[in-house]
């Protein structure tokens, strides 16, 4: 393996990483913000750590940096650890009552689904899950999808920005504003968006918006957002409670002052969040407002590259627009339709084990065995050529 102590990013280089949209990759220079920040919490503990000595005006700083990207106000911003604890805080606080109907759709992120299930169980309401075609053609198949399963029942919606298995980007400026003319509250998990689409939750007006730092943003695992729309912030609790419940001076409002303290715990993942975002937006530096545009249509381009490579390789039609797309794409394999799950496990491990490639390759429905591919800064055209000789090796 060449020598890559000096590189900027971490992914060892005998290792074909297609997965950033899992786990992502984080940048040299953020973690050593993070060991820095860790540092000064250990040299100073109590200084550091506490919420009524310094810890409220670090988390303040980047709470101002999220709101920027973002477009939002930052009282209607809190922290949590990942997206996946966003969504719990906010479909468990929700007042649901028996007969509600709660939609999500067959694209849904399945840990997201489970916790939208369980509240429901809890208080009698039923989940109805809303089939967005894939392959795809087109955005309003997916805004006809969610209408035509919407009933006067249906309460609360819970749609992604990105969706997980088929990456492709929902129109969530339409879906919310069908649902707000139903009266339905969306809570919108954007786990993927920051950093690979433009965002403003200003212009968007989603009920609830959750993402992570550590997929696009490239922030330390573990951290992420929960933005709440202010007419729903009483409502809604940490999924933690904490001192912040009945205690002065642990935020500006008890909706913060909740999500700041969820008992000891290290904010270093949060604190490096504007290094990282720093390091993004010197990558592809533009004259645009949005300093990470650069980055994203790169990384945009590059997906897109990368899925052309494939479906010309297997000859192939588009399972989605590029329009559709961000810096992921999946892609059905016809040759794997009817493969058991023991087949689509030795892809996995030939292609990891034989060929060095990171990337899923799962089923998706009845008809759809998928690999799912992500472009960020670290990989290169020629990656995706490997992967389409690897596999049609396999085949
Ligand atoms: C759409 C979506 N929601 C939620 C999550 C969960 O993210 P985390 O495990 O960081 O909570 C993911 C992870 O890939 C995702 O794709």
């Not at 004259?287 to 390789?313: F, K, P, T, Y």
Request: include cysteine; charged fraction near 20%.
């Amino acid at each position: 393996m060449n020598d890559t102590r000096h590189e900027p990013w971490l992914i060892r280089s005998d290792l074909n990483f297609l997965n950033h949209g899992s786990f992502g990759a984080t940048p040299r220079c953020v973690i050593e913000d993070q060991r820095h920040w860790q540092t000064l919490l250990e040299e100073d503990p109590i200084e550091f750590l506490a919420p009524e000595r310094s810890l409220l005006p670090k988390l303040n700083f980047v709470r101002q940096t999220v709101a920027d990207e973002i477009h939002a106000s930052p009282p209607d911003i809190a922290f949590v650890r990942n997206a996946t604890e966003g969504v719990n805080a906010v479909v468990r606080s929700w007042p649901l009552q028996p007969g509600d109907e709660i939609l999500v759709t067959n694209h849904g992120y399945n840990a997201c689904i489970n916790a939208v299930a369980q509240a429901a169980d809890a208080a009698g309401a039923s989940v109805v899950t809303a089939t967005i075609p894939f392959p795809i053609r087109d955005p309003d198949e997916v805004v006809q999808a969610i209408e035509q399963s919407i009933t006067p029942k249906t309460k609360w919606m819970l749609i992604d920005h990105v969706t997980s298995p088929t990456g492709i980007v929902l129109p969530i400026a339409e879906l919310i504003e069908l649902a707000h003319s139903k009266n339905i509250r969306v809570m919108v998990d954007g786990a993927h968006a920051p950093g690979m689409l433009p965002l403003n939750l200003s212009e968007l007006q989603p009920d609830y918006y959750t993402a992570n730092h550590h997929k696009w943003w490239c922030g330390p695992k573990v951290s992420g957002f929960l933005y709440v729309d202010q007419d729903c912030q009483d409502d809604v609790l940490p999924s933690i409670i904490s001192h912040g419940a009945n205690t002065e001076g642990y935020g500006p409002s008890k909706f913060q002052s909740q999500f700041n303290w969820p008992g000891t715990f290290d904010p270093s993942p949060l604190l490096a969040l504007p290094t990282a975002i720093d390091f993004l937006a010197s990558l592809h530096p533009t004259e645009d407002s949005n300093r990470l545009a650069g980055l994203m249509r790169h990384n945009h381009q590059l997906a897109v590259a990368g899925r052309r490579i494939i479906l010309e390789r297997f000859n192939l039609s588009e399972p989605a627009p590029e329009s559709m797309l961000g810096s992921l794409a999946t892609v059905p394999i016809p040759s794997w339709a009817n493969h058991s799950p023991d087949q689509i496990q030795a892809i996995r491990t030939s292609l990891r084990d034989e060929h060095r490639f990171e990337l899923p390759v799962f089923r998706f429905d009845a008809t759809n065995v998928c690999l799912r591919i992500s472009a960020q800064a670290y990989n290169k055209l020629e990656q995706y050529e490997r992967l389409a000789d690897a596999v049609a090796g396999l085949s």
